[in-house]
Every structure is written in structure tokens, then in C-alpha cells.
């Protein structure tokens, strides 16, 4: 799916005025979503759900070892690059 047309999914379908209930319907789409994707959408999202995790405890500052950062550059290759999920 092209970002014009999530984006319009998200902020037409799914938007309410409040942000909890917005984030509770888009949260249930991304779950239904992924549960017809079978086990090749549970891997895509535990995949990206690792990724993100590290880049916030990089932002946070905690420590990112050269061993972790090599683990991490290794797995973005042998995925084929830092594809959008």
C-alpha cells in the first residue's frame, strides 16, 4: 500500500476527534491486518517492533554496544535493506 493512500485510510476511516479512541481503531485495523497475514505478517510486525525498540533506546541514549550494532546492520542486509513494513 502506498503512504497516500494509508494516510487517507487513517485520517478519513479510522480518525475521531479523540486521539485514545483514533489509536484504539487504528491499533484493532493493524491487528486484524496482520492476523489475515498469517505468520508472514506476525514475523513482519515482531520484525519491525525489534527494530523500532532499538532505534528508541538509541534516542534514549541507553548503550548500544559495536556487537549489537553489527548484530543489528547484519539482520537489515540479510533482509534484503531497511524495507518499510
Known amino acids: 500500500m502506498k503512504d497516500d493512500r494509508s494516510k487517507s485510510l ?17 491499533a484493532r485495523a ?11 505478517g506476525d514475523a513482519a510486525l515482531e520484525a519491525r517492533c525489534k527494530d523500532q525498540d532499538k532505534l528508541d533506546s538509541i534516542k534514549r541514549g541507553e548503550a548500544f554496544t559495536h556487537e549489537e550494532a553489527g548484530r543489528a546492520m547484519q539482520e537489515i ?9
Open 10 to 26: 487513517v485520517q478519513q476511516q479510522l480518525g475521531y476527534p479523540l486521539a485514545p479512541f483514533a489509536m484504539l481503531r487504528l
Open 30 to 40: 493493524l491487528r486484524q491486518a496482520v492476523e489475515r497475514c498469517g505468520e508472514a
Open 77 to 85: 542486509v540479510r533482509r534484503g535493506g531497511s524495507k518499510p513494513v
